[in-house]
Structure formats: structure tokens, C-alpha cells
């Protein structure tokens, strides 16, 4: 995948999650530890989201792809991201994922909520 599709992918998972009542406070945010992609807030749930699009799904799904190290790098990027931001402090957290079959003619979003959490 080059990262023209990786930003197309990040821009339509966008568009879907605001059509489905989140609204965008970041993206691309960094620090040493890595990169949120999407950062959104559903009510007053503070919403870390990783896009991930896949070719083919011969080995693993794009969902399938975010194994516990990058689990681990998320919750310890998403630590430092609160941190920085004092309006996220004190308010619920949740680490979703958007995946796309980027192979299928028409991406079709699989939205999954709570993909995983911070007590893993």
C-alpha cells in the first residue's frame, strides 16, 4: 500500500465516522512512541482511530493487522497525546479501528468500536 491509498483510506474513514456522529479533534498526531491516526470524540468519549487497508487479506485482515505491539504503541502514544492535550484529561477513552479491503472495487468501512483497551 503506497501512501497516497493510506491517506485516501484515512480521509474516507474520517467522512464515515462524521456521518455516523463523531467529530474530528486531530490527525496524524505524533510522538515518539508513534502515530494516531484519527483522533475524534463520540459524547464525551475521547476516540483513538486506526485505519488500516490492506491489498489482499491472504495473511490477515486489516483489522487483524493491529496485534498487540501495535496495541502497546497506540495506548502509549495515545498516553502521551493526553497528556499534552489537558481538554482529553479525565474523560473516557476508546481505541477503535476502521479497516478497508482495498482490493474490493467499493470500499466498504468495517468499523469496529472498542477494537481493543488500555487494561489488555
Known amino acids: ?6 491517506k485516501e483510506a484515512e480521509d474516507h474513514a474520517e467522512s464515515y465516522l462524521i456521518a455516523q456522529g463523531l467529530r ?3 490527525r496524524n498526531v505524533c510522538c515518539r512512541y ?6 475524534m470524540e463520540h459524547g464525551l468519549t475521547v ?4 485505519v488500516r487497508a490492506r491489498w489482499e487479506q491472504r495473511f490477515q485482515t486489516g483489522a487483524g493487522s493491529v496485534n498487540y505491539r501495535k496495541q502497546q504503541r497506540l495506548i502509549r502514544t495515545a498516553s502521551v497525546v493526553i497528556q499534552r492535550m489537558p481538554v482529553l484529561q ?10 478497508y ?3 474490493q472495487k467499493h470500499r466498504a468501512a468495517q468499523w469496529i468500536q472498542q477494537a481493543f483497551d488500555a487494561s489488555n
Do not use: H, K, Y
Not at 34 to 39: A, K, N, R, S, V
Not at 47 to 50: C, G, K, L, R, S
Open 1 to 6: 500500500m503506497n501512501i497516497q491509498t493510506g
Open 24 to 26: 474530528t479533534l486531530a
Open 34 to 39: 508513534g502515530e494516531i491516526d484519527i483522533i
Open 47 to 50: 476516540v483513538f482511530v486506526e
Open 90 to 99: 479525565d474523560r473516557p477513552v476508546r481505541f477503535d479501528v476502521v479497516a
Open 101 to 103: 479491503n482495498t482490493s
